[in-house]
């Protein structure tokens, strides 16, 4: 009888340690699942900021005085240093 307790008692504690081995299971592959993420969204966020700096830089280049001028003349506006005053 005595080995009967000893029996359940083994089967419990294996019991016990295989749902702990599957807990650190689980929740290993959900670190190495959000590890993958994180990594995406970083290569996303530099491919983003990689991106913004060139559409600054196309802004920047697009505002300069002489781009804005020759923009001007070829929609039909006229720089006030030519305009004329009405009579």
Not at 48 to 66: C, I, M, N, V
Not at 68 to 85: D, I, T, Y
Request: aromatic fraction near 8%; hydrophobic fraction near 45%.
């Amino acid at each position: 009888m005595h080995r009967q307790g000893s029996l359940g008692t083994t089967l419990r504690f294996g019991l016990l340690y295989l749902l702990a081995l599957l807990l650190v299971f689980a929740v290993g592959h959900r670190n190495q699942m959000e590890k993958a993420h994180l990594a995406k969204m970083e290569e996303e966020l530099a491919r983003l900021k990689a991106r913004e700096e060139a559409l600054l830089k196309e802004r920047w280049q697009a505002t300069e005085p002489h781009r804005v001028l020759s923009w001007a003349k070829e929609k039909g506006f006229v720089p006030m240093s030519q305009g004329r005053w009405a009579e």
